[in-house]
């Protein structure tokens, strides 16, 4: 490999970074390795609870500096919404931040009790979701709302193994509306969109890392990139990606290593 050619590399964080913020061995400097031979590494997570500023500064607090080098699904979430627009949003605060970016109005679950008019609704990854939160969104689809979800990852891993993620949330208000929703994350094209506008430069020769076949492989597919597969999170070593549920027609495994401190070793060598 020539690595006089700098591509950019793009990596998830849950699983290939990190496991809830315990970093994963040799991540951190795996990632200035990289960076020490001119490439750009960008951040590209679907987790959109957390502001950017907290995700920034979560890096940091691991060895990786990344101010500027941080994208969430609630990004890419806001990329479909417009300004003006009135929002149900059922997330945190990361989601929050995206559509106060945008210009977009947020609506009060208390006012959707009112018959507020709402435009979209966009679901995000929360820990305190519960029946009237699905009750009022379901609500608002039901009056003419459209239903935006940031991902649909039905599963977020820790440490201690997988937690319910934002798509199990999803899904739960899906069911409850009665609509399919719009997908913004990873693997889709609002996700690509906003990386594009980061960093035009991605092409054939970028990298795509993650640990979940179906989301990180399906958008390297989407961007037309190389996918590097780790076995550092959902995905254990054994496992044959292509026979996962969710595999995308057309993605071709790259490159399949333990884990990030393996995949500079990979690239680098």
């Not at 031979?37 to 957390?50: C, D, E, I, K, Q």
């Not at 899904?171 to 035009?200: C, F, L, N, W």
């Amino acid at each position: 490999m020539n690595i006089s050619h700098k591509f950019p590399v793009l990596c998830d964080l849950d699983g290939v970074v990190w496991l809830a913020h315990q970093p994963i061995d040799g991540s951190a400097r795996a990632v200035e390795r990289l960076r020490a031979h001119g490439h750009r590494v960008l951040f590209v997570t679907n987790n959109s609870s957390a502001t950017v500023a907290d995700q920034e500064a979560a890096l940091s607090k691991v060895g990786i500096p990344a101010v500027g080098d941080v994208i969430t699904s609630a990004m890419a979430g806001a990329h479909l919404l417009r300004a003006g627009e009135r929002v149900l949003m059922c997330g945190g605060p990361g989601l929050a931040e995206a559509i106060a970016k945008v210009g977009a109005i947020s609506v009060s679950h208390e006012d959707v009790e009112g018959g507020a008019q709402v435009d979209t609704v966009i679901v995000g990854f929360h820990r305190h979701f519960d029946y009237e939160i699905m009750r009022r969104a379901s609500t608002a689809i039901r009056r003419g709302a459209r239903l935006v979800g940031t991902n649909d990852d039905a599963t977020y891993p820790t440490p201690n193994g997988p937690i319910p993620g934002g798509g199990s949330i999803l899904a739960a208000i899906s069911t409850a509306a009665g609509i399919d929703p719009m997908i913004a994350g990873k693997p889709h094209q609002a996700m690509a969109d906003v990386v594009r506008a980061y960093e035009p430069s991605v092409g054939p020769d970028a990298v795509m890392v993650g640990d979940r076949p179906s989301t990180d492989g399906g958008f390297a597919t989407t961007l037309g990139c190389r996918f590097a597969l780790v076995r550092s999170g959902v995905t254990p070593a054994g496992v044959m990606p292509a026979d996962q549920p969710g595999w995308f027609e057309g993605t071709t495994l790259d490159i399949d290593v333990p884990n990030l401190a393996g995949l500079a070793d990979y690239l680098l060598k």
